[in-house]
Nanobody
Framework: QVQLVESGGGLVQTGGSLRLSCAAS????????MGWFRQAPGKEREFVAV????????AYADSVKGRFTISRDNAKSTVYLQMNSLKPEDTAVYYC????????????????WGKGTLVTVSS
């Protein structure tokens, strides 16, 4: 079992930055692929970023590429999402996800999810 707890959300102005953290409990954090998803009010959940468990390869949604950076610290069992140049359309609840094998971008079949942290970007 893996439990995920997100933190770092809040209110920020357009152009500002936030860093989200996702602390994982349980064994073998280093063997889990980790990802971030978000869900804006009235919209479906969407993929944001993923980092693999083995070589730390990353992938991003086109909407955040160049502005967001996902990273992980296996010693701290934590994954981060550094968000820069934030826009009002980035406003959403951000969810951390973990799975042994991979993180599919459609979000289906992922075994572990956090409860989310709210990011609000004011214009």
């Amino acid at each position: 079992q893996v439990q995920l707890v997100e933190s770092g959300g809040g209110l920020v102005q357009t152009g500002g930055s936030l860093r989200l953290s996702c602390a994982a409990s349980g064994r073998a954090f280093g063997s889990y692929a980790m990802g971030w998803f978000r869900q804006a009010p009235g919209k479906e959940r969407e993929f944001v970023a993923v980092i693999t468990y083995n070589n730390g390869s990353t992938a991003y949604a086109d909407s955040v590429k160049g502005r967001f950076t996902i990273s992980r610290d296996n010693a701290k069992s934590t994954v981060y999402l550094q968000m820069n140049s934030l826009k009002p359309e980035d406003t959403a609840v951000y969810y951390c996800a973990a799975d042994r094998l991979s993180i599919p971008k459609n979000g289906y079949g992922i075994n572990y999810w956090g409860k989310g942290t709210l990011v609000t970007v004011s214009s």
